[in-house]
């Protein structure tokens, strides 16, 4: 045994068991790690490049005050992400509050009464429930007048394009994928499924927009979905791009008559993209752009040693530890509400912050069922950061992601399997 397990069994009494099977997953997993590096390597490129193309100097990691008019270091930023995602625009700021805010002004800056949006791979994630308004909640799209198809996954769990070609109308403006699979026990759509997809319904409807809710997927593929087709994706700085070390925000990127219409939504008609102030938003945003495709390389090692190690304590995980990923999330069935809160206080208690706090279920804003999340992070809420989180309902299923250091994501999962183990013996 090494010496770092030595300590762990002497310092938290973690059983043996509990890091012989660790020892053993790990091994299994060496060669496919190796696969994750090559993917880093380019990744690493293309934001390099990004970097290089756009002149990038030290004048802009500087911030703005007040409109934030002639920010430069914002406009550049903006035009990195550009580059990397290989868009004609981008929209980048702190002022996008999270992750769905960016989605939701994808949605409505582009979506009009009488309009309709179709979604393509099934329910969309929690939260965008709400922005859709599917019990006709106040500010929502169809409480103000636009259409929602919602088109179910085929049995195989796959996207079931005939039945979106065959639904979309002339009074479809928009068709929804979302990459990830959310809080939902099916595979991730890779970029060569959302390639044919995209593909499918432009051929037939080149005036529909194409969105990918891109969030969680971005560097986990050599390519990212703008380059497959799409018009418009949108994501969290808290999770990939942000690479742990932006402090917020969310971005966009895509055709420009589209991002244009979005910054219309997110200020104002009339003010759109030239004004928001980035105060000191912009020398974290790009050193975290930066560091990104190796965090994400991290997580992605972490999630695949997730995936072998449960599936050796016998748990159904999703993907399993050899598939090939297009984010960075593991799903495991842990069949308990018991088990997903020990999970939990595992994953907690190997934070650097408030490890010795316990997570509990609760009612979250946006969300329809209890979830339980645990991640001891630096920055509020990250998940790129270490961390846990599920809806309490069956089959109780926890899905962990993030994490900036596999050697940290090992020690997260080793704490979570003891308190398993504790509660299962
Ligand atoms: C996280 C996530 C969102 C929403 O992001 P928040 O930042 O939590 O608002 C939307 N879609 C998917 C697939 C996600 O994983």
């Known amino acids: 045994m090494s010496v770092f397990y030595e300590q762990l069994e002497r310092d938290y009494k973690i059983h043996k068991e509990t890091i012989k099977i660790m020892e053993e997953a790990y091994q299994l997993c060496q060669p496919h790690f190796e696969k994750i590096v090559e993917k880093v390597d380019l990744n690493q490129y293309k934001v390099l490049r990004a970097f290089q193309n756009n002149n990038i100097s030290d004048f802009h990691l500087n911030g703005s005050t007040g409109y934030g008019y002639g920010d430069q270091g914002r406009d550049s930023l903006e035009k990195v992400y550009a580059n990397v995602f290989r868009a004609e625009k981008a929209l980048v700021r702190s002022q996008i509050v999270s992750g769905t805010h960016a989605i939701a002004i994808a949605l409505m800056g582009n979506l009009k009464s009488g309009d309709e949006v179709v979604s393509a791979t099934g329910c969309p994630y929690d939260t965008l429930l709400k922005v859709i308004g599917v019990h006709g909640e106040d500010g929502s799209l169809i409480q103000s007048g636009v259409k929602y198809k919602e088109i179910p996954l085929t049995k195989e769990k796959g996207i079931d394009i005939n039945n979106v070609c065959s639904s979309i109308s002339d009074k479809t403006?928009?068709?929804?994928?979302?990459?990830s699979k959310g809080y939902a026990w099916r595979p991730s759509f890779s970029i060569e499924t959302l390639q044919s997809a995209i593909k499918a319904v432009k051929n037939k409807f080149p005036q529909v927009i194409c969105m990918v809710d891109n969030c969680y997927g971005e560097f986990v593929e050599e390519q990212e979905p703008i380059e497959v087709g799409a018009d418009i994706i949108a994501g969290s700085l808290i999770k990939n791009p942000g690479g742990g070390i932006a402090l917020t925000g969310g971005y966009l990127a895509g055709k420009e008559y589209l991002i244009e219409q979005v910054a219309l939504r997110l200020t104002a008609p009339g003010i759109g993209l030239d004004v928001g102030s980035s105060l000191n938003f912009n020398r974290p945003a790009y050193q975290g752009l930066f560091v990104a495709p190796h965090v994400v390389g991290e997580a992605l090692k972490g999630a695949i040693l997730a995936a072998k190690y449960f599936e050796l304590l016998e748990y159904p995980v999703l993907p399993l530890y050899n598939e090939s990923r297009t984010d960075i999330i593991q799903a495991i069935e842990l069949q308990s509400r018991k088990l997903m809160v020990a999970f939990c206080r595992g994953i907690q208690r190997a934070c650097p912050l408030d490890s010795?706090?316990?997570?509990?279920?609760?009612l979250l804003p946006g969300y329809t069922d209890e979830v339980i999340m645990a991640g001891g992070t630096f920055i509020q809420g990250s998940s790129i950061e270490l961390s846990a989180d599920g809806p309490i309902r069956p089959p109780y299923?926890?899905?962990?992601?993030?994490?900036?250091?596999?050697?940290h994501i090992k020690t997260g999962l080793i704490f979570a399997a003891e308190e398993i183990r504790k509660i299962k013996g």
């Open 173 to 179: 403006k928009m068709v929804i994928f979302q990459r």
């Open 356 to 362: 010795n706090v316990s997570p509990e279920p609760a």
């Open 397 to 407: 299923i926890i899905y962990i992601q993030g994490g900036m250091s596999l050697s």
